[in-house]
Each structure stands twice: as structure tokens, then as C-alpha cells.
């Protein structure tokens, strides 16, 4: 199972690339459990600051899920389907969306389906020119199944996701920047360095900060303001009480760069 994920040091962070190539790394089982299997270990290892995220070729970051591997269980039952196929996937982009450390997608090709859910459940996306997004489950008969009909709203607006998971048409890099599913486009050949020189402005802070603001963004964004503003209390309070919170303060008022002892 570990051949489906290829794993790269890129100094401080870390490189995961899904490795089904001949299948335009389509999501099968197998892959989405070795990919949690990865995420797992490089959470564990304090040494890791990202993880950037592609797909293996040139073509595509995720055709989405992998119809030949899950139809049985459509044929077999919703239940089944269920339980082995959307709860899988689902438990997957969650656990991308809260991972505590940045996930940065490099879309390197098609993101379809799955692939797109993926992209959406990283903290941040950046695209090659010839990246394409679609929602393609609608000519399945069913709709989106990772979360795609409740992130994607929350990333460009319901009528743009509406028109997206409606028609189940393809859009491209540029289009996919201007209505926020991604955060830059940039050509192929520097869409690993611009992930990593992304990755490398985010390490220059204080681990602490950085998993204390991705949980108070994520876990409030679908609250009502006032909730909201109650887990940005909570997460600041943790980060508050951390050596970084005194050095960072410390230094500013000394004029002077801050030592960081959690890095």
C-alpha cells in the first residue's frame, strides 16, 4: 500500500505524491488509506513544518474517485455504498481540512470529482496553468460524496458551486483563482518551488500560532460570528500561554527577530 503514496523530504516540509499515474491517481480505497496512513505519520513528526500535496505525472492531480473500485458497492446497496465509499472519503477531506500542520495542494493537472474535494479541504491550492477542476459525479446519478457540496459553497458562492455540481462542466487554472478555489496559478514547471517558497513563508512563524489560526479558521468558519469569535478566543488563549506568544512579543517591542523555540 505505501507504493500508492510517494513521500519526499523538501527540507523543512514534507512531499506526498499519489502514485496511480495509469489511473490519473484516482482515489481507490487503497489510495485514500494509505494517503491517511502518510498524513498520520508526518502529523506525528514534529520536524515537518508542511505538507505539499500533488499527483504523480503530468496530467493529473486527482481524476476523483475510482468508479471501477466502489460501483460493487453501489450495485450492492446504499448502505454499503455508504459505509465503504462516501464515509471513507469523507473521513479523508476532514481529516485533510483539520489536519494541524498546512496541507498545500500543487494541482498539476486535471482535480476532478474527489480530486477537487481534496483540493478544497487543503488549508491552500496552487494550480498549474493547465489545472482543471470539475464536479463530474452529477452523470453518475448522484451528487458529490467527499464534501463537495458543502465546501465548495463555502470557497465560491452557492451559485457558482451550483453551476459547477449542476452541469458537472470543467473549469480552468484561471477561473478557478478568480473565484477562490485556489490561491495563485503558476506555470507547471514552478508549481513544486512556488508550493515550497509558500511553505517556507509559513514556517517562518511559530508552529504553536500556526495550528492555533488554521483551528480557529476552520472550526469557526460555519459558526455564527459570536461562536466563531469564542473558538479565535480559545485558540489564542493556547497560543498565548506558549514561549513563542512571550518571545514574539518580547522581540517586537526589543526590535528584533524573534527566537522561535518550537520550531
Known amino acids: 500500500m505505501t507504493d500508492l503514496i510517494e513521500t519526499e523530504r523538501l527540507g523543512q516540509h514534507a512531499l506526498l505524491v499519489l502514485n496511480r499515474p495509469e489511473k490519473l491517481n484516482a482515489l481507490s480505497y487503497a489510495l485514500i488509506d494509505a494517503l491517511t496512513a502518510s498524513l498520520r505519520a508526518l502529523e506525528a513528526d514534529d520536524s515537518v513544518r508542511c505538507v505539499i500535496l500533488t499527483g504523480k505525472g503530468p496530467r493529473a492531480f486527482s481524476a476523483g474517485a475510482d468508479i471501477a473500485g466502489f460501483a460493487p458497492d453501489i450495485a450492492a446497496s446504499p448502505e454499503r455504498a455508504l459505509r465503504n465509499f462516501l464515509e471513507r472519503g469523507q473521513a479523508l477531506t476532514r ?11 500543487a494541482v ?3 482535480a476532478f470529482g474527489g480530486g477537487c ?27 458529490p460524496t467527499f464534501g463537495g457540496t458543502q465546501r465548495l459553497p463555502r470557497h465560491v458562492g452557492r451559485k457558482r458551486a451550483n453551476e459547477m455540481i449542476l452541469t458537472g462542466d470543467a473549469i480552468d487554472a484561471v477561473m478557478a483563482e478568480r473565484i477562490g478555489l485556489v490561491n495563485r496559478v503558476v506555470p507547471a ?7 515550497v517558497a509558500l511553505a517556507d513563508r509559513i514556517a517562518r512563524h511559530s508552529p504553536l500560532a500556526v495550528t492555533a489560526s488554521l483551528r480557529a479558521v ?11 469569535l469564542a ?33
Do not use: W
Open 218 to 228: 476552520t472550526r469557526g468558519i460555519n459558526l455564527p460570528i459570536d461562536e466563531g
Open 231 to 263: 473558538v479565535e478566543a480559545m485558540q489564542f488563549r493556547i497560543a498565548a500561554a506558549s514561549d513563542d506568544a512571550r518571545e514574539g512579543t518580547r522581540a517586537f517591542v526589543d526590535k528584533r527577530a524573534p527566537v522561535l523555540r518550537s520550531r
Open 117 to 143: 474535494e481534496v483540493t478544497e479541504a487543503c488549508s491552500l491550492a496552487v494550480a498549474a496553468e493547465h489545472a482543471t477542476f470539475a464536479k463530474p459525479e452529477i452523470r453518475l446519478g448522484f451528487p
Open 189 to 195: 514547471d514552478g508549481l513544486l518551488p512556488a508550493c
Open 108 to 110: 498539476n493537472g486535471l
Open 95 to 105: 481529516y485533510i481540512e483539520n489536519f494541524p500542520k498546512p496541507v498545500i495542494a
